[in-house]
């Protein structure tokens, strides 16, 4: 039988709708904070003696469900665990051009340091993912990272020409993200070219093949926006201890709770056996 695709659209109109029922259910149960210009939520105890922090991707909130569903599966495992907006994004403060690698790992150590500088685990998604390996490399109080559908670095040898040539100098990089409480909307992001500029500087590769902190890698075996083959050379460039996991996803695992949940188990797993 052939489904129309306005059948389709609706079902995935029910999927959206029930996304919001799963993100209602994670504020409800989650503490917001500002440090300085950083807008947090925060879930577990404040005298854990161990800090989590989820990283969200590339122009991603810390409001999206897989973030917010993270942070409360850490905060309920002995984790003071806790998520932020980037700088210049969403709820944090400042223009968009402040949107950059530098100032998101700045960002980081200051979450961290705000905290105690308690051991720290990093967890991120995407661009996410490449802020913790290199949140690992620099910061001596993370002691290890999961990388989620994660590029080690923005600009790669196999996206280079690509990445140049539809961002121009002088030109803005016009992004659109959904909103968290309302999936049938979105928000415009125009990122000046400078955030493309900076970029140029990081790559994690060089850093893993000496980092030996706990690592967990997670691919998609269907993301067509990180593909495996990027995470999966990570992992390869990377130090023990090291475990590399595919998961039955596309890159947009948010919009599945039970795909969220089987990245928590991975999550709990990892702490159990790696950070023990």
Same mark, same amino acid.
Not at 11 to 36: A, G
Not at 137 to 152: D, E, L
Not at 176 to 181: I, Y
Not at 235 to 259: F, G, I, M, N, Q
């Given at each position: ?55 969200? *991707? ?57 905290? *105690? ?11 996410? *993912? ?8 620099? =910061? ?18 196999? =996206? ?59 691919? *998609? ?42 990245? =928590? ?12």
């Amino acid at each position: 039988m052939v489904r129309s695709f306005s059948a389709f659209s609706s079902e995935v109109r029910i999927i959206q709708k029930s996304i919001v029922i799963i993100y209602l259910w994670y504020t409800r149960c989650m503490d917001t904070l500002k440090i300085n210009s950083l807008s947090l939520i925060i879930h577990g105890s404040s005298d854990a003696t161990k800090l989590a922090v989820v990283l969200p *991707g590339f122009l991603d909130t810390k409001d999206y469900p897989h973030m917010k569903g993270h942070v409360e599966f850490l905060g309920n495992n002995g984790y003071l665990a806790v998520s932020f907006d980037p700088p210049g994004t969403w709820e944090s403060d400042h223009d968009i051009s402040n949107y950059t690698i530098t100032h998101y790992l700045e960002a980081i150590d200051e979450v961290i340091a705000h905290f *105690g500088n308690k051991p720290t685990l990093v967890v991120g998604h995407s661009l996410g *993912g490449a802020m913790a390996m290199l949140a690992a490399c620099r =910061n001596p109080h993370v002691q290890g990272f999961v990388a989620i559908m994660s590029p080690y670095a923005y600009v790669r040898d196999d =996206n280079e020409e690509k990445k140049l040539v539809e961002w121009q100098p002088g030109e803005v990089k016009v992004s659109t993200r959904d909103l968290p409480r309302n999936p049938d909307e979105s928000r415009e992001f125009k990122l000046p070219y400078s955030f493309i500029e900076d970029a140029i500087h990081y790559n994690a590769l060089e850093g893993l093949k000496t980092l030996t902190k706990p690592k967990l890698f997670i691919i *998609g075996k269907d993301d067509d926006v990180v593909p495996g083959l990027v995470t999966e050379r990570a992992y390869t460039e990377a130090a023990e201890p090291k475990k590399l996991v595919v998961l039955d996803s596309d890159h947009d695992y948010r919009w599945h709770p039970e795909l969220i949940e089987e990245v =928590n188990q991975l999550l709990g797993a990892f702490c159990e056996t790696l950070l023990s």
